[in-house]
T-cell receptor, first 116, second 113 residues
Framework: NAGVMQNPRHLVRRRGQEARLRCSPV?????VYWYRQLPEEGLKFMVY????????ESGMPKERFSAEFPKEGPSILRIQQVVRGDSAAYFCASSPRLSGGPDTQYFGPGTRLTVL | DQQVKQNSPSLSVQEGRISILNCDYT??????FLWYKKYPAEGPTFLISISSIKDKNEDGRFTVFLNKSAKHLSLHIVPSQPGDSAVYFCAARGNSGNTPLVFGKGTRLSVIA
């Protein structure tokens, strides 16, 4: 039973380019979360998605960032026109369908984005 | 405004002794608390959790204590092992729906052989 998969593990972009980060949740999990971790900081929530729906995007910058979780395929976090401040580790987590109580989120290995 | 605080950035403990990692929170709406362990270049790994209806949860060498009136929780690891050396993150969330986690900044634990 594979865990959360993220690719690429490392991504280098020049300022102004686009970055696409992919996340495949645990099989059977229908909830996906994206978090960002800056150096020496904790993880900060960005966006929460269910299949084909954005549930909460309160932590995601309004400009340049977008996320999707299509019916088929992985969840994508897209960053347009990257800037140096976007350099961080981006983690995806998934949890199963709500079962009447809070579900534990399981994290992927992360994508380390470096903007030159 | 940091809602989950881990005030000790690092902690060193001798192998075999007890490690105590502390976490404070400010949001009284938090109802569910988790500890994650993170090795370098890996994602956080779920360790143990506790609901606000409990004050203690134990799993092997790991025990989490919750003091709701003080808005404080702690993770005890006993006996500590060198493989426990990692960054430990405290996280909290509300108990309604699959709400996002709010993380502390982490405590780096070093277990010295």
């Amino acid at each position: 039973n594979a865990g959360v998969m993220q690719n690429p593990r490392h991504l280098v972009r020049r300022r102004g380019q686009e970055a696409r980060l992919r996340c495949s949740p645990v099989k059977g999990h229908s909830h996906v979360y994206w978090y960002r971790q800056l150096p020496e900081e904790g993880l900060k929530f960005m966006v929460y998605l269910q299949k084909e729906n954005i549930i909460d995007e309160s932590g995601m910058p309004k400009e340049r960032f977008s996320a999707e979780f299509p019916k088929e395929g992985p969840s994508i976090l897209r960053i347009q026109q990257v800037v140096r401040g976007d350099s961080a580790a981006y983690f995806c987590a998934s949890s199963p369908r709500l079962s009447g109580g809070p579900d534990t989120q399981y994290f992927g290995p992360g994508t380390r984005l470096t903007v030159l | 405004d940091q809602q989950v605080k881990q005030n000790s950035p690092s902690l060193s403990v001798q192998e075999g002794r007890i490690s105590i990692l502390n976490c404070d929170y400010t949001n009284s709406m938090f109802d569910y608390f988790l500890w994650y362990k993170k090795y370098p270049a890996e994602g956080p790994t779920f360790l143990i959790s506790i609901s606000s209806i409990k004050d203690k949860n134990e799993d092997g060498r790991f025990t989490v204590f919750l003091n709701k009136s003080a808005k404080h929780l702690s993770l005890h690891i006993v006996p500590s092992q060198p493989g426990d050396s990692a960054v430990y993150f405290c996280a909290a969330r509300g108990n309604s729906g699959n709400t996002p986690l709010v993380f502390g900044k982490g405590t780096r634990l070093s277990v010295i052989a």
